[in-house]
Every structure is written in C-alpha cells, then in structure tokens.
C-alpha cells in the first residue's frame, strides 16, 4: 500500500526589477512507487502601482495513489526602484530683455512605466536694474511614484544700449 506523499522541490524565492526578464523555474517531485503529477495555482498581487507586484506559484505534487504533498509557494517579487532618467536637455538659457522667452520643456524616460511632470519657476530674482534670473525645476514622476528633476537657468539681461535719435 503507497500511503507516502512524494517529495516536492520547487523554484526560490526571488526578486526582480520591473524591466528584468522573469525566470520561471520547474518544480519537480520524487515519489517512492509511482509517477507523479504537479500542479500550479498562479496568483499575481500589485502592490500600489502597475509595476511593482509579486508573483505567487503554489505547487502540489500527487501520486498515482493520490497521496499529496504539502502545497509549497515560490514568490516572485517585482518592484520599480528607478526614478526616470532625464534626456539631453538645455539648461541655461539666456536671453536680451525684449525678446520672448522661450525654452524646451526637459523630457525623461522611464524603465518600466508612463511618466509625468511637473514644473515650476522660482521667484524672478532681480539683481539690479536690466537683469533677472529664474530658475526653472522639473519634476519627473513615473507610475510608482520614483522621481527626479531637472532644474534650468534662465537669465534674462538688457545689454543693449539706448539709441538716441533726432
């Protein structure tokens, strides 16, 4: 009479960032008399954002005699750690005073996900007559909240000399 339950070997636990390829490894089982079937329940929970989630595979190996194993569970953990990384961008600009200000927004791109932004100016400082400075900072966001910022000079100068005419 086969009343042993087979002996059940499954894949580790592991982490993974989100652009990482998954590794989904085979459990495999021993029985002492008989063939042995595995089965797998496959169970995915996020956790707070599109990118980040874990990956529950619960296995049970059963005997010909109908003789199972204890369900064991592999975790596959994904996370999105990496702020978006912003592109070649200008930043100091320079500019005449009565000429119209007018720069390019900095762009990142992200490892897994959509970003957004976010951008504010600083107070115009004046330091004198004929010379203003803004300090123009860009916030990139991605989906899981990771973040980084580009921050732009803006100088703005009357170097032209007055025209006398008449």
């Known amino acids: 009479v086969d009343t042993t339950a087979p002996e059940l ?3 580790y636990n ?3 960032e989100c652009d990482e390829e998954l590794y989904y490894g085979e ?3 021993y029985d002492n ?3 042995v079937t595995i089965s ?3 169970d ?3 956790q ?3 990118q980040s989630y874990d990956i529950t595979r619960t296995f049970v190996a059963t005997d010909e005699c109908g003789n199972a194993s204890e369900p064991q569970t592999q975790t596959i953990t994904v996370r999105d750690t990496e702020a978006p990384v912003f592109n070649d961008y200008v ?3 320079e500019f005449e005073c009565n000429t119209p200000i007018v720069t390019e927004n900095p762009t990142a791109t992200d490892n897994c996900g959509l970003v957004s932004y976010e951008t504010t100016d600083s107070d115009i400082s004046y330091d004198g007559p004929g010379f203003a400075l803004i300090y123009r900072t860009t916030v990139a966001t991605d989906e899981c909240g990771n973040n980084s910022e580009a921050v732009q000079t803006i100088i703005i100068r009357d170097t032209t000399a007055p025209v006398i005419t008449g």
């Open 40 to 42: 797998e329940e496959v």
């Open 91 to 93: 930043a100091y600009y």
């Open 48 to 50: 707070g954002c599109p």
């Open 14 to 16: 592991y982490s993974a």
């Open 9 to 11: 070997y499954i894949p």
């Open 27 to 29: 459990a495999y089982a």
């Open 44 to 46: 995915t929970v996020f």
């Open 33 to 35: 008399c008989t063939s």
